[in-house]
């Protein structure tokens, strides 16, 4: 009788099986079963992160429009970041910070050399790119953007995945937008404001994942109709388009998602490559 050894010689050739082959046949072992409330509720991510990009690009059209003073766009961000700043501490009752060892001084020192060195190099930044055409910025703007977007953080355990990289895609690009601006307070305000919306703006959405998920919920659908509706100032036409990308990314993809998992068809079984399981570390002492 054969047996699927190779310390024993048989009667057999070496490819040989018997009719117990397939006894071993196993189907969709990893596969995952998803909830269409769980999938939506985590496309919130990519949807809140759209909309970041959306409401950046609308406040520096309006500022190169002259329709928004920088003035008033820094009081109105500097509010706001207090008021997150506020709700982030709340939200956990302060336990993060305590298992940081962060105090609310070093945030205060921090964000002040951040402001003090922004301003004293912003006549730099206004400066930085004047050798360079406005449509190469424009370009150059986009490319960015898109590669902040598709290095973002989202959560998932991907090799793609750099926050880091994620972030100087978005400083980069607020810069070059921000040197098409009139003057250096616009370009100081643009690339504050964006360090807000692409670094500080995402960890408070975290929080409120993980803390209050009704309100996470609640601040991504307030947020995504106010990118919605400030677009809609601009184009009514690239509303309804933005629209439907994020009902499409939000409702239609999870749906798709949950239909393909059904025709799913991986197969396992004895001809799958062995894995080594036992802890083998006591033989590189």
């Known amino acids: 009788r054969w047996q699927k050894v190779l310390y024993e010689r048989q009667p057999f050739p070496d490819n040989y099986v018997d009719q117990r082959f397939l006894e071993e046949l196993r189907k969709n072992v990893h596969a995952r079963q998803y909830r269409y409330q769980a999938v939506v ?48 501490d709340a ?33 730099v930044l206004k400066t930085l790119t004047e050798s360079i055409s406005t449509d190469t910025i424009y370009a150059m703007s986009a490319l960015m953007l898109l590669g902040h977007l598709i290095f973002f953080d989202y959560g998932a355990n991907a090799a ?40 500080l703006w995402p960890m408070l959405q975290k929080k409120l994942k993980a803390w209050t998920p009704r309100c996470y919920v609640g601040v991504t659908v307030l947020f995504a109709l106010t990118a919605l509706a400030g677009l809609a100032t601009v184009s009514s036409v690239g509303a309804v388009l933005f629209a439907s990308l994020l009902l499409t990314i939000s409702c239609l993809c999870p749906y798709c998602l949950i239909r393909l998992q059904l025709l799913k068809d991986n197969i396992h079984g004895p001809w799958d490559e062995a894995e080594i399981k036992e802890d083998l570390s006591r033989f590189l002492m």
């Open 41 to 88: 509720f985590q496309s919130g991510a990519v949807v809140q992160q759209l909309c970041s990009v959306c409401v950046f690009v609308l406040t520096w059209w309006y500022m190169d429009a002259g329709m928004l003073s920088p003035q008033g766009l820094f009081v109105a961000a500097l509010v706001l970041s207090l008021l997150g700043y506020v709700v982030f």
């Open 160 to 199: 793609i995945v750099s926050s880091t990289l994620s972030l100087n895609m978005a400083i980069f690009a607020s810069v070059c937008l921000a040197s098409r601006l009139p003057r250096s307070l616009h370009a100081f305000v643009m690339v504050t404001f964006a360090m807000q919306i692409f670094a």
């Open 91 to 123: 939200v956990d009752g302060g336990a993060g910070r305590w298992a940081s060892g962060r105090t609310r001084w070093a945030d205060l020192k921090s964000t002040l050399v951040f402001a003090a060195f922004t301003y004293g190099f912003s006549p």
